[in-house]
């Protein structure tokens, strides 16, 4: 039987989004409050990046020229999506994300034109969360205060390690030092009050390093007491170097997936002990600093985009741009004759079924969970328990609890028995994240054959939504 009350809830949802509130699954139809902005200059490639970059080289006059010629179809882009993303009554933009590449290469004039076009466009709220992505070597005390004034209020440092031979292996443009003096400055801009938080990346699992090795590194970041640290496990992807010295069997050192994992562990141990919360996958934050703008993300909330190679998600759609800037130059032109036909030439509509396995890929990620009231009061009372069937083994396992959640969604399950809940389901840390991707797969298996008895239309335009039976 149709339930009215799913309907109610839909409409809700899209209420809630337009008022910019936290409602979780958000409607892919939400206005979007996050946005990211790419600037894809870097002095040289990492050996394990397989990020959309153009190469500068280490002169900074070149970097300033190619983020100049850059940012003229950035910001067509920025304006032709304004006249097609802003809906009458969106709230303003609560997170700007300024990514890269090494955004820190840019001027900061340039940092503060780009940010005034998002605002003239989007508006921004006020407190909203801007970050910027810095490299070390690439900015010193001046230019961290000009980005500051121009209303970045969030860094984000790329250290990836504090071993030298680590460094040189990763081919990254830093030295020990370099790291150390950035820091220094983000401490100093800190205890200062000019910046409201910062963030450190640190990777796992580089070419030849071992646990004692890793967990100096650990230990280096939190001496540096970054209020956020992403921790990362090394990827080798095709289209790298390492990709291609792996294919050629000329890549060595690499760490074994036990001794990856025992890395894993070792973060988790090392910065839970001293405070961090593990928040996410790879995320770990002070009481009050994750990442805001990656929360958004990670409770799959309709997002923009702009710059190459950049993914968004509106309108129930996700859409990458082309990764070179002359294609990238060339698709604005056509974006800004043809509005969305452009964007829905190369993306991927998001239907129902895709709007809840993704929703349940991203809510396993996060410490936080599944409320699995939530999720049937939108897709149905098949959907929460297929989930929480295909989750019980690992729950067996100690790599899953489930816990009551205060003020859920009645949810008439169990037999039929009315109120029943089915409570919140969250991935042990660090077991349980460590195998998440395999547990992740165990609940699509169930998601994709359970019968959604009712599920959301996802048209086409935003201002409508019809509900639709699912076989």
Request: aromatic share 8%.
């Amino acid at each position: 039987m149709v339930r009215p009350s799913v309907i109610g809830t839909v409409l809700a949802s899209l209420a809630a989004g337009a008022r910019g509130a936290a409602h979780w699954p958000a409607h892919p139809h939400a206005p979007p409050a996050h946005a990211y902005v790419h600037v894809p200059f870097c002095r040289r490639r990492c050996y394990y990046c397989d990020f959309p970059i153009t190469v500068v080289g280490a002169r900074p006059q070149a970097a300033h020229e190619a983020v100049r010629r850059y940012m003229g179809p950035l910001c067509r882009e920025i304006r032709a999506a304004a006249t097609l993303e802003r809906q009458p009554g969106a709230p303003p933009l609560q997170t700007v994300y300024i990514g890269g590449g090494t955004p820190s290469l840019a001027p900061a004039e340039e940092i503060g034109a780009l940010l005034r076009e998002v605002r003239d466009a989007f508006g921004v709220a006020e407190g909203a969360e801007v970050t910027l992505e810095l490299d070390p070597g690439t900015f010193d005390d001046e230019s961290l205060a000009a980005y500051l004034a121009c209303g970045v209020n969030r860094a984000s440092i790329g250290v990836q390690s504090f071993d030298g031979a680590r460094l040189e292996a990763a081919g990254r443009a830093h030295s020990v030092d370099d790291g150390a003096r950035a820091i220094a400055l983000l401490q100093r801009a800190r205890e200062g009050g000019t910046l409201r938080s910062w963030s450190l990346d640190l990777i796992g699992g580089l070419p030849g390093e071992t646990l004692v090795e890793w967990r100096a590194s650990l230990l280096a970041a939190v001496a540096a007491c970054p209020d956020h640290i992403s921790v990362y496990d090394l990827s080798v992807e095709p289209r790298t170097a390492y990709g291609r010295w792996e294919e050629a069997g000329k890549l060595k050192g690499l760490p074994s997936e036990e001794a990856s994992a025992d890395m894993y562990r070792e973060a988790a141990a090392v910065l839970t002990e001293v405070g961090y919360e593990h928040y996410e996958v790879s995320s770990y934050a002070r009481p009050g600093h994750r990442s805001r703008h990656n929360c958004a993300y990670w409770r799959n909330t309709p997002f923009l985009a702009f710059g190459t190679g950049a993914a968004s998600y509106t309108r129930a759609l996700r859409f990458s741009r082309p990764r070179s800037i002359a294609a990238y130059a060339e698709w604005v032109s056509e974006f800004e004759r043809h509005g969305v036909a452009a964007q829905r030439k190369g993306g991927e509509s998001v239907g129902p079924r895709d709007w809840l396995l993704e929703t349940v890929m991203v809510g396993l990620r996060r410490s936080d969970g599944i409320d699995l009231d939530q999720l049937a009061a939108v897709f149905g009372d098949a959907a929460a328990r297929a989930c929480l069937l295909a989750l019980e083994p690992a729950e067996r396992r100690g790599l899953v609890s489930r816990s009551q959640v205060a003020g859920s969604a009645a949810s008439d399950v169990g037999g039929g028995e009315q109120g029943q809940r089915l409570g919140c389901v969250r991935l042990s840390s660090p077991e349980g994240f460590l195998l998440s991707n395999d547990i992740i797969a165990d609940v699509f298996v169930k998601l994709n054959t359970c019968v959604l008895p009712l599920i959301t239309a996802l048209p086409d335009s935003s201002d409508e939504v019809a509900p639709v039976l699912m076989g």
